[in-house]
Each structure stands twice: as structure tokens, then as C-alpha cells.
């Protein structure tokens, strides 16, 4: 089954800086790849998402890319803030699969003022 | 938030007691979802429902079961609940399957004692 490893756990950055969280999937079928924020206390919400048939995805400061024949995909926030303070989670999910869309375990992200 | 509810938002039970989430929503979704999410392990899938009466088992099924008997109601039951089921649970609802995007609801708490 789809596996998917995502680094680092913790990433400290300071305000204005950016920030990258990667992750890798091992199913080399997986064509969805979703992007969460979740802030402490609260539901996950979706930042940004691609699909297997782009290569890079925009929306003001944050960008994905991925890599197919790496099998990676990565994660990039420009111009940090503080309320961008969160745990971020990527996921990738296959399209023959009804049900798994499978999470890496979390990056939680700190920006200091 | 997508129209998702999830009650009781806060639960603390007993080892060996029944107990039964409920995840409701408003926006005439197919595909509804229960993870669980645990320190170190990021959201896992537990049940997933495509369809009235249409389930089918996530990652971490072992001990739960699903009913689904309308299209806005979805239910998880711990039949005799343990500890190692402390954690906190979120539904969610997607129109199409996983490579459309997931809208989580707020979340309940349990805690098995």
C-alpha cells in the first residue's frame, strides 16, 4: 500500500523567511496530493492541492511542486507569518482506491516574530 | 465549515463500554470518512462510506464498524471501547472519491479510562 514520509517534524523559521516541508509517497500511482493546515484545537483544512498531471501549483505564498519520478512532492511558504504557525500534513491518494488517502505524520511549523 | 457536525465534541467512557460518534452533514456528500489522529501518527483512516449502506474498512479498522443508512449521517461505534482508542476523531465528507478534496469536521475528543 501507498506510504508517505514527510519532513522535518519541527521547523522553526523566522517571520519574512520561508519555509519548505517535504514529503515522499512510494506508490508510484498516486495522482492526488493534498495539502493541510491544522491549527491547535482545530479541524484540518485544505491549503493547496495537485494533481499527478502538474508540476508546480501557486496560491499568493504558498507553492507545491512535484517530482513524479521522485516520488516527491513539496510544500513552500514565501513571506512567513505568524499565524501561519500550524501543523502541516501532505497526503496522496490514487484514484482506484475509494477510500485511502493516505498522511504523513505532521510538520509543525514555528514563525517567531 | 462545509456544513459538518460531529457530536459529542467531547466524550470520557470507560474500557469495555459501547460508544457511538456521530458525523452529520448538509451538503449531500457520497463519500463520507472517519480518522483518528494520534500524537506521532498524523490522521488515519479508519471507515470510509461511498454511498448509503456502502462501506468499506480504512488503515486502523480493527475494533470500530461504520453504519451509514442516510446520506447525511455517518456513524462510528466502538463496540467495547479500550484505551488504546483514546484520541481524537474527525469525520469528513468529499463530493467525489479521494482525489477530491476533504472537508474534515470540528472533531471529538474521547477518552477511554
Known amino acids: 500500500g501507498e506510504n508517505v514520509e514527510q519532513h522535518p517534524s519541527t521547523l522553526s523559521v523566522q517571520e519574512g523567511d520561508s519555509a519548505v516541508i517535504k514529503c515522499t509517497y512510494s506508490?508510484?500511482?498516486?495522482?492526488?496530493f493534498p495539502w493541510y493546515k491544522q491549527e491547535l484545537g482545530k479541524r484540518p483544512q485544505l491549503i493547496i492541492d495537485?494533481?499527478?498531471?502538474?508540476g508546480e501549483k501557486k496560491d499568493q505564498r504558498i507553492a507545491v511542486t512535484l517530482n513524479k519520478t521522485a516520488k516527491h512532492f513539496s510544500l513552500h511558504i514565501t513571506e512567513t507569518q505568524p499565524e501561519d504557525s500550524a501543523v502541516y500534513f501532505c497526503a496522496a491518494s490514487i484514484s482506484r482506491s475509494q477510500g485511502n488517502l493516505i498522511f504523513g505524520k505532521g510538520t509543525k511549523l514555528s514563525v517567531k516574530p | 465549515d462545509a456544513g459538518i457536525t460531529q457530536s459529542p465534541r467531547h466524550k470520557v467512557t470507560e474500557t469495555g463500554t459501547p460508544v457511538t460518534l456521530r458525523c452529520h452533514q448538509t451538503e449531500n456528500h457520497r463519500y463520507m470518512y472517519w480518522y483518528r489522529q494520534d500524537p506521532g501518527h498524523g490522521l488515519r483512516l479508519i471507515h470510509y462510506?461511498?454511498?448509503?449502506?456502502?462501506?468499506d474498512k480504512g488503515e486502523v479498522s480493527d475494533g470500530y464498524s461504520v453504519s451509514r443508512s442516510k446520506t447525511e449521517d455517518f456513524l462510528l461505534t466502538l463496540e467495547s471501547a479500550t484505551s488504546s482508542q483514546t484520541s481524537v476523531y474527525f469525520c469528513a465528507i468529499s463530493r467525489g472519491g479521494t482525489t477530491d478534496t476533504q472537508y474534515f469536521g470540528p472533531g471529538t475528543r474521547l477518552t477511554v479510562l
Open positions: 462510506s461511498y454511498g448509503v449502506k456502502d462501506t
Open positions: 506508490d508510484s500511482a498516486s495522482n492526488y
Open positions: 495537485i494533481r499527478s498531471n502538474v
